[in-house]
């Protein structure tokens, strides 16, 4: 077996307050492991988080990312995702998206780009000053998720996104878990159409782990088979999986998936008359750009 994707022993974290924040926290996740990190306003969760991207010194850690310290030999291979990005004042400018894209090296990664996009819904000609948080939050899953990376740490960037590309992003999620064996810890308090998506789920208190919940065994969520059992006896035993979610959630989802393929087919054309794809889109405003590299991120 190769070692987990994240490993923590013992760890104990403060802000220099009189008590620390996380105390003495153990926990793992596999690789290949789609974890949920669950737990109240306030418990640890982006903390914990922050501290495996390498983004705070830890003394004395007992903290393991893809077999390293991330602090102190670099977060490689790590990529990180939090709420912050959409108040840095840089994606609030008069920069089209297809400049942003270019300026981290879309062209380096042309397939994994032209499926975010897609999926994302992101139109390569938006401007970052001109678009809605929802859509601003979109552009950034696309940067972020662009390069392949081994551990994928997520706070709460999902909250902002329609159900439907909340849904085609989860999916994508998935298969990176399956296709590549990447690991994702996914702190979030919004549970619904995640039915059936976690591999594991973690339960944090007032800043220790509580449990690890392993949904890929059979008895390995007690908690969660009984809950079902007590939904299926007032449903009136109507099957496992359609409890899983909510049906107002499925109600809602059909109906942006129905307007999605509705406003595709009215997208900019090509020279033929084709309704192009994003990543075309993409490549024809890049070419605009030329060779000059602007990074917008210094
Ligand atoms: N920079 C900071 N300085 C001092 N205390 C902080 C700082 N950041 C967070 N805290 C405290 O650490 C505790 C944990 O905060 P954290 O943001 O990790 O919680 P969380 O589980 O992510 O909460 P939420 O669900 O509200 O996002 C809170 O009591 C918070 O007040």
Redesign the pocket.
Known sequence: MSDPAVQVSNLTFG?G?PSP?LKDLSFSVPRGGRCLLV??????????LTILAGKRLVKNSGVRVIGKNPFDDGAQNITYLGTEWAHNPIVRRDVPVSRLLRSLGAQRYPDRCAELLEIMDVDPDWHMHEVSDGQRRRVQIVLGLMEPWELLLLD?VTVDLDVLVRAELLSFLRKETETRNATILY?T?IFDGLGGWPTHVAH?VDGVVDVVRDLTSPSGFPELTEAKRTRMEQAGAVGASVLDNSPLLMVVEKWLRDDSSRIRKEGRRNQEGKVMTKWEILSENMKEYGDKFYNYWN
């Open positions: 802000f307050g924040i737990g109240a306003n306030g418990a640890g969760k982006s903390t914990l709460e702190a308090h944090i």
